[in-house]
């Protein structure tokens, strides 16, 4: 029965003991953080979610990359076209509220929005997205 428990809490003592060793050190526990890639029709459009983006406080930056061509289908039939793509680095935990927000605003039906987690980078960085992107 112990050991049965004791498998069924290692995630969570584990996670405990990996945050504790964190706050301890002063290290960065990977996917902390992501990044979220948001496609946009073009720069205006690009530049007004960026910024209700940061208005909301989902992010601690966003760049915004100029024009890059796209291919794709839509609806049975292969789509070429222009776009701007957003990379905004945030908070893990503010993924789901970041895409829901951007699903809420975007012009596209389908909005691209992608998050990758941030295995490791700059610690002085990493604890800057920390403190400018609030905790849920």
């Given at each position: 029965e112990v050991l049965t428990l004791l498998v069924l809490m290692y995630p969570m003592l584990r996670?405990?003991?990996?945050?504790?060793h964190?706050?301890?050190?002063?290290?960065?526990i990977p996917g902390t953080h992501s990044i979220?890639?948001?496609?946009?029709?073009n720069?205006?459009?690009?530049?007004?979610?960026?910024?209700a983006i940061m208005d909301k406080k989902l992010a601690a930056y966003v760049n915004i990359l100029p024009k890059s061509?796209?291919?794709?289908?839509?609806?049975?039939?292969?789509?070429?076209?222009?776009?701007?793509?957003?990379?905004v680095k945030t908070r893990t935990s503010k993924i789901g509220e970041l895409s829901n927000y951007v699903?809420?605003?975007?012009?596209?039906?389908?909005p691209e929005i992608i998050s990758l987690p941030i295995d490791q980078?700059?610690?002085?960085?990493?604890?800057?997205?920390?403190e400018s992107v609030p905790r849920d």
């Open positions: 996670g405990l003991a990996v945050h504790l964190s706050a301890l050190t002063g290290s960065y979220a890639l948001v496609a946009c029709l720069e205006q459009i690009a530049k007004d979610i960026a910024r061509s796209a291919l794709y289908f839509w609806k049975g039939e292969l789509e070429e076209s222009t776009e701007i793509l957003l990379l699903r809420s605003i975007h012009p596209f039906e389908i980078g700059n610690p002085v960085y990493l604890r800057w997205i920390a």
